[in-house]
């Protein structure tokens, strides 16, 4: 593995010399954003160069893994050894999504949070932003696992964990599954995976049955974009990849509506961080290649069996989005996980790096704060 360190990129706030355009929202606005207002502000008030300030404020490196450039940011604990835990965010997201839990995460002492701060290790997906995406089928979240156990162990951690959310609990879920020994415990925002329920499961439980319905009907309701993600992602990717309004309603309708956000977006994030995420898909022009993910990915869930279990530690914190996608039950995840933490939440949503940074990061350093005094324990 070859390591380099990199900063942001820094951009004009425009591509490929277009001149800047002013866009309005018409009188059919899909969401409470006011996408016309939030669209303007991004065209005339947002500020990129504060944006990169604060991006570059983080230690990025990018690393040469089996031919694949892989970004990541890497912050050390602040107190000396950390616990090594890489987090990986979903989509629409981007690395900068868990930017926010850094401080809480690398020097928990000073925002009250008992026990050992983390080295922290933020990659991003291949084609997010600053990664590259094989030139070919097959980049599903079980490739990135094995890829993410070769940037830790490059790293030199030889024991870590892991946090995920979306398509990040998948690749997670996989590093535990295919490579268990160096993992200390996974923490999960949400369960990316379906157990198996086939021949040979137990039946399911009432709560079970009931969860399933509410996730079919959000499925109905909101899972059309996955469809055309998984079928025709190139076709949709010519217009989002062309027109900075379509790219932002796109992803920002997602922000809105996965986030436990009571329909007002920016009652759970600012404007400045949302277009940070959509500057950064825009100036590196990663909407296609992220979107491959629902293509590779198309038919991961079908490859899990009866015997697939995966025996490291678990921590499932339960977040509920404004778009009601149903809460599942606790033994819905024991199917898969062995679970010894299950925290359902007060507050936060889909994005809870961004939207609950404190929640988060409190119930990741109990859960590995617990694990650390059971191994510590006499038998």
């Not at 005339?44 to 604060?54: H, I, N, Y």
């Not at 059309?224 to 309603?249: F, H, K, M, V, W």
Request: aromatic share 12%; with cysteine; charged share 20%.
């Amino acid at each position: 593995m070859t390591r380099s360190s990199t900063t942001c990129v820094r951009g004009s706030g425009t591509r490929g010399g277009q001149g800047r355009r002013r866009v309005h929202c018409g009188s059919r606005a899909q969401t409470s954003v006011t996408c016309g207002t939030c669209w303007g502000y991004w065209a005339d008030g947002f500020d990129w160069r504060a944006q990169e300030r604060w991006l570059n404020g983080f230690r990025h490196f990018r690393a040469g893994i089996d031919g694949v450039r892989v970004h990541f940011v890497h912050e050390p604990a602040r107190g000396g050894r950390g616990i090594p835990l890489i987090l990986t965010n979903g989509w629409p997201s981007c690395f900068a999504e868990f930017l926010p839990l850094v401080p809480w995460l690398t020097d928990p002492a000073a925002h009250g949070i008992d026990g050992p701060g983390f080295d922290v290790v933020i990659p991003s997906l291949p084609g997010y932003g600053f990664s590259d995406r094989p030139a070919r089928t097959g980049v599903t979240c079980r490739y990135t696992a094995g890829l993410w156990h070769r940037l830790m162990r490059g790293l030199g951690y030889q024991r870590y964990g892991a946090h995920g959310g979306d398509f990040g609990a998948a690749v997670t879920t996989f590093m535990a599954l295919d490579d268990p020994a160096p993992m200390l415990g996974i923490h999960l925002s949400n369960l990316d995976l379906a157990p198996y329920t086939g021949p040979g499961s137990r039946p399911l439980s009432a709560a079970e049955q009931a969860y399933l319905a509410q996730y079919q009907r959000w499925r109905e309701d909101d899972r059309g974009y996955g469809a055309i993600q998984s079928t025709r992602p190139q076709t949709l990717s010519y217009g989002l990849n062309d027109s900075p309004a379509g790219l932002a309603a796109w992803v920002l309708e997602k922000w809105r509506g996965w986030a436990d956000s009571g329909g007002d977006i920016e009652a759970s994030f600012s404007r400045d961080f949302l277009l940070t995420i959509v500057t950064l898909y825009w100036a590196t022009q990663t909407i296609a290649s992220s979107m491959r993910d629902y293509v590779d990915n198309r038919w991961l869930a079908a490859e899990l069996s009866l015997s697939d279990a995966v025996t490291v530690p678990t921590a499932v914190a339960v977040f509920h989005q404004f778009i009601d996608d149903g809460a599942p039950p606790r033994e819905w995840a024991e199917r898969l996980y062995d679970i010894r933490r299950w925290t359902p939440m007060p507050r936060g949503g889909h994005f809870p790096s961004a939207e609950q940074p404190g929640l988060l990061s409190r119930d990741i350093a109990a859960f590995f704060n617990d694990l650390a005094a059971a191994a510590a324990s006499p038998e």
